[in-house]
């Protein structure tokens, strides 16, 4: 069965490839690079609308930036984030206050570009973004609910919950959660997806309807149940994309998780039962897909694309429902995407608005669903296309790790800070660090095979260890970074190399010696032939960024490309077996090797793959920190031990 799966993955990768060489013009760089550049020239600064229109808070946008938070992921391109930067900072004040935000209306759609104020945050640290995401936080907690507890819509939407609700809200209200610790807020979070899942799931096609009135009041809403009467392709979309970016946030070990990923796979099931055989796409009307007037329609099927290939990677869905998704993903480039000179693109297909009750009424009826206007370059449909496109180029690799854990440690390079809220937390070479010091762009390196990420807040064990393929090791603590540094001890390190024999993959990442412990770190080192040496190499002054460059050659024993590497400030490694070199530059041993038992030890001397030289908003163009890190990934997978 698994090679039949594959054998249908390498068709579908011929078809993309096949209908990308068709295009009008050859596209060089990858689908959602060429998408985001086109998005970039047609609305500077995001803004989408005309120039003399009122240009506010809003959802669209959202879903935009959305997209390009996933292409700069992606790409380690810094214009991306340039982008998403300059385009909320148009409605941020210096004091975080939102000029164009109405709290009273108290919309979920207002919600959704939070996201990007989070982001911005966690990159910048810049409290003024931490200011205004807290204000639509606080609209959630005193946003107006139904007898069951579910968000209504809109204020001009009583008791109603609709699915494009549940994209608006939920993703942001969870990673608020999560980096501004409101554990309680989960449990009301997985409520919003249960009332949902409870009251519009349809028993006989598994499918979801678009709104749900409790009150049964709503000209709209069937009077015996509240539910609208049609299964909107868009409505499904939101409702599977925020599953799949909600379940990022929601703690590993929280009961609702499971909950969560039942119905993300019901969602799954259920779409594609009705994807259309011959195109891969997903009609306006789901299930009336040979109904007079019904059409395929490309924000929904880029959603879905989205959903299945996310869904997938991260371990929620079956490995076969990838193939769909790049089935769809086919699609979706086939019939709607069309090309033209440089970065022109254009995506088409896309229903403008759909939604229920208003004035002008909307219905909610079949009739109404298929005669909204379609329209090209929709700024939410585009931001679908994004993700969408940022999912599929990972797809080739997404399960490669597919039931792996990464490991980071957080004893030894126990660093600690203060947030906006007074509470130290973890940073310095973490996953969910998203700064200059963070690891997050190494992280989504790992999770874009297939991986979980993980982290290590106390003493390595080998029952703490064994939950993991693969631990790194970062930089370890020194007085002057730590006040109450946990140097290796050698019990530690006797454990780490127990866990190493059994088939373990280390990664040890060194720093100069005025920045990292190497004395105690050898203790470890040592049990493999490796010792850092107590030098110091590549000084740099300033931005004079050659003093810090290394040459990656190809075809080496790591890396399957040639790279300009940025190791600033490093230490130099000394071996002897069953250490081997693995990369030297001018001489000096930079990156070494040692296979210890069934497991493999790695050892650099510098944490160069950290965000402020991978995630492109600094180094200059030659240095290619973040693709070099793909490889280096890449290796680290091939020397876990295949299970049994």
Same mark, same amino acid.
């Given at each position: 069965m698994k090679s039949y799966h594959v054998f249908v993955r390498l068709i579908v990768l011929a078809g993309i490839a096949a209908s990308v060489s068709s295009n009008a013009l050859a596209q060089q760089s990858p689908w959602s690079e060429r998408a985001a550049n086109a998005a970039i020239a047609r609305w500077p600064d995001g803004r989408?609308?005309?120039?003399?229109?009122?240009?506010?808070?809003?959802?669209?946008?959202?879903?935009?930036?959305?997209?390009?938070?996933?292409?700069?992921?992606?790409?380690?391109?810094?214009?991306?984030?340039?982008?998403?930067?300059?385009?909320?900072?148009?409605?941020?004040?210096?004091?975080?206050?939102?000029?164009?935000?109405?709290?009273?209306?108290?919309?979920?759609?207002?919600?959704?570009?939070?996201?990007?104020?989070?982001?911005?945050?966690?990159?910048?640290?810049?409290?003024?973004?931490?200011?205004?995401?807290?204000?639509?936080?606080?609209?959630?907690?005193?946003q107006p609910r139904n007898a069951s507890g579910g968000f209504w819509h809109k204020q001009?939407?009583?008791?109603?919950?609709?699915?494009?609700?549940?994209?608006?809200?939920?993703?942001?209200?969870?990673?608020?959660?999560?980096?501004f610790h409101h554990p309680e807020a989960f449990a009301d979070i997985a409520h919003q997806f249960a009332l949902m899942d409870e009251h519009a799931r349809?028993?006989?096609?598994g499918l979801l309807y678009h709104g749900w009135d409790q009150s049964k009041k709503e000209r709209w809403a069937d009077s015996k149940t509240g539910l609208s009467s049609e299964f909107w392709a868009r409505g499904m979309g939101w409702h599977m994309m925020a599953l799949v970016d909600t379940l990022d946030y929601l703690p590993e070990n929280d009961p609702a998780r499971p909950q969560l990923i039942s119905f993300l796979r019901r969602d799954a099931a259920a779409i594609l039962h009705y994807q259309?055989? =011959? $195109?891969?796409?997903?009609?306006?009307? @789901?299930? !009336? %897909?040979?109904?007079? +007037?019904?059409?395929?329609?490309?924000? =929904? $099927?880029?959603?879905?694309?989205?959903? @299945?290939? !996310? %869904?997938?990677?991260? +371990?929620?869905?079956?490995?076969?429902?990838?193939?769909?998704?790049?089935?769809?993903?086919?699609?979706?480039?086939?019939?709607?995407?069309?090309?033209g000179p440089g970065d022109e693109v254009t995506l088409t297909g896309t229903v403008k608005a759909a939604g229920l009750g208003g004035d002008p009424y909307r219905d909610g009826s079949y009739a109404y669903y298929i005669g909204e206007k379609i329209v090209d370059n929709d700024a939410k449909g585009v931001g679908a296309f994004l993700l969408a496109s940022a999912e599929i180029e990972n797809a080739s690799n997404a399960t490669l790790a597919r039931g792996n854990t990464v490991l980071v440690d957080a004893w030894f390079n126990s660093q600690q800070r203060a947030d906006t809220t007074g509470r130290q937390v973890s940073f310095h070479y973490k996953w969910d660090d998203l700064s200059n010091s963070g690891f997050s762009f190494f992280g989504h390196i790992f999770r874009s095979f297939g991986a979980q990420t993980s982290?290590?807040?106390?003493?390595?064990?080998?029952?703490?260890?064994?939950?993991?393929?693969?631990?790194?090791?970062?930089?370890?603590?020194?007085?002057?970074?730590?006040?109450?540094?946990?140097?290796?001890?050698?019990?530690?390190?006797?454990?780490?190399?127990?866990?190493?024999?059994?088939?373990?993959?280390?990664?040890?990442?060194?720093?100069?010696?005025?920045?990292?412990?190497?004395?105690?770190?050898?203790?470890?080192?040592?049990?493999?032939?490796?010792h850092f040496n107590n030098v110091l190499r590549n000084r740099v002054d300033g931005n004079k960024f050659a003093m810090g460059k290394v040459p990656i050659a190809a075809g080496g024993p790591i890396f399957q490309h040639a790279h300009t590497a940025y190791m600033k400030e490093i230490c130099t490694i000394s071996v002897q077996s069953p250490a081997v070199s693995a990369l030297r530059d001018q001489g000096d041993i930079l990156m070494a090797t040692a296979k210890f038992g069934k497991g493999t030890v790695f050892a650099t001397v510098d944490p160069w793959l950290y965000n402020e030289?991978?995630?492109?908003?600094?180094?200059?163009?030659?240095?290619?920190?973040?693709?070099?890190?793909?490889?280096?990934?890449?290796?680290?997978?091939?020397?876990?031990?295949?299970?049994?």
């Open positions: 989408f609308v005309p120039a003399d229109a009122k240009w506010v808070w809003n959802y669209e946008l959202g879903t935009l930036l959305d997209g390009m938070d996933a292409v700069w992921f992606n790409s380690a391109d810094g214009r991306y984030f340039n982008y998403i930067k300059a385009s909320v900072d148009q409605f941020v004040e210096p004091d975080g206050s939102i000029p164009t935000w109405k709290p009273e209306e108290n919309q979920l759609d207002s919600i959704l570009l939070a996201r990007q104020l989070l982001l911005l945050y966690r990159v910048t640290l810049d409290k003024r973004y931490a200011t205004a995401a807290t204000l639509l936080y606080q609209q959630l907690l005193h001009k939407y009583p008791n109603q919950m609709w699915l494009d609700g549940l994209y608006m809200a939920e993703p942001f209200y969870a990673e608020y959660a999560s980096i349809d028993p006989r096609t259309d055989g =011959a $195109s891969g796409l997903w009609y306006q009307v @789901l299930d !009336k %897909g040979g109904v007079k +007037g019904n059409y395929l329609e490309s924000s =929904a $099927s880029c959603m879905f694309v989205y959903a @299945l290939a !996310k %869904g997938v990677r991260r +371990g929620y869905l079956p490995v076969d429902n990838l193939a769909a998704a790049e089935r769809g993903y086919h699609g979706i480039l086939d019939r709607f995407i069309h090309g982290t290590l807040y106390q003493a390595p064990t080998l029952a703490e260890l064994s939950r993991a393929q693969v631990y790194i090791i970062v930089s370890p603590d020194i007085p002057a970074k730590n006040p109450n540094p946990h140097y290796m001890q050698p019990e530690d390190a006797d454990q780490i190399a127990a866990w190493v024999k059994a088939g373990g993959v280390l990664a040890i990442f060194e720093n100069d010696p005025a920045n990292a412990d190497l004395e105690h770190m050898n203790i470890l080192a040592e049990h493999f032939g490796i030289y991978t995630d492109g908003r600094k180094l200059p163009a030659e240095y290619d920190n973040y693709a070099a890190g793909k490889d280096l990934a890449r290796w680290i997978f091939a020397q876990v031990p295949q299970r049994p």
